[in-house]
């Protein structure tokens, strides 16, 4: 009983404050009401430069997807960048404008399409009382997947993301992109060995920019990019392979062989092909499995200069 130890006693919070060197507020001078406030954002003078951009970046919100593959309408985390540039005359921008919106948005039921990032970046032009709007969000977009054999579901993902610009008399400019995960087999394995042949895992980055009038309520640009991915490469990823399944997958990949120059041509000239699509840039990078390297290749083409 001796060695039990009594409870401390310590000072209340205020007092446990005041120790660590919280003081009393001071006297406020300043007012508090918004109208009575200076706003030196808005002062007008001549500031030197003309700015390329100002707004705010990594906002994380929740957002939701439409999509035509199961499943149809999902919530995930966005993120997104909000910027404009401003004149230089102006002192700054309004931070509070970009968030506002978006609450707003969200509020609504913020659906991320093309057609609804068009209007929130012309109505946030209007808001910021600046020449132009910049803003882009950037989404895991889940898809299912049926195994090639057995058509046993599961679930794959890919990045994407949308980017509007508007340009109060220029108009819009849309990209949209995706990064997705892919199989290729290297053919110089192939060619030289007596049997087998090394594979790897490739991401295939592909951003284009649309046609203004594109309709992603009738085309789905994630599915149309996924596809000119996926279908260019030695096999797809799928997230559930039962025996049959695995050898279907191994031995289409043995029968497709792509080098990363073999898979940026190819999944440039889908693009090329496609009306709605007015510049492109390709990437594959292979997560080599024989190397400690990555293997990568790229094409940038804009099909308004032919």
């Known amino acids: 009983m001796d060695n039990i130890q009594s409870k401390k006693k310590l000072p209340n919070k205020k007092e446990r404050h005041r120790l660590f060197g919280s003081v009393d507020p001071?006297?406020?001078?300043?007012?508090?009401?918004?109208?009575?406030?200076?706003?030196?954002q808005n002062t007008k003078k001549d500031f030197l430069f003309e700015l390329d951009a100002v707004g705010i970046s990594n906002v994380k919100h929740p957002i939701v997807v439409p999509s035509t593959l199961k499943p149809k309408e999902q919530t995930t985390i966005?993120?997104?960048y909000f910027a404009s540039t401003i004149s230089q005359d102006s002192k700054g921008t309004n931070m509070s404008r970009f968030t506002e919106q978006l609450q707003t948005y969200y509020e609504d039921g913020f659906k991320v399409n093309i057609e609804t990032m068009k209007e929130f970046a012309k109505e946030l032009q209007g808001r910021l009382k600046q020449k132009d709007a910049d803003l882009s969000v950037e989404f895991p977009w889940f898809f299912e997947r049926l195994a090639p054999y057995t058509d046993k579901p599961g679930m794959n993902h890919a990045d994407a993301w949308i980017k509007v610009n508007y340009h109060y008399e220029n108009g819009f400019d849309i990209k949209v992109g995706l990064t997705a995960k892919i199989t290729t087999l290297c053919p110089c394995s192939k060619e030289i060995s007596e049997y087998s042949a090394h594979n790897q895992r490739g991401n295939v980055t592909i951003e284009v920019t649309l046609d203004s009038m594109f309709d992603d309520e009738t085309h789905d640009w994630k599915e149309i990019l996924l596809e000119a991915a996926e279908s260019n490469a030695s096999a797809r990823i799928h997230p559930v392979l039962k025996r049959p399944d695995e050898k279907m997958v191994t031995e289409q990949a043995y029968e497709n062989p792509r080098f990363v120059e073999d898979m940026v041509r190819l999944v440039s000239s889908d693009l090329y092909e496609m009306d709605m699509v007015k510049q492109f840039h390709v990437k594959c990078v292979n997560e080599e499995s024989i190397h400690l390297h990555d293997a990568i290749a790229s094409i940038t083409y804009d099909k308004r200069n032919e």
């Not at 001071?26 to 030196?40: F, I, N, Q, V």
């Open 78 to 80: 966005g993120k997104f």
């Open 26 to 40: 001071g006297p406020r001078t300043k007012p508090h009401k918004k109208s009575e406030m200076a706003d030196l």
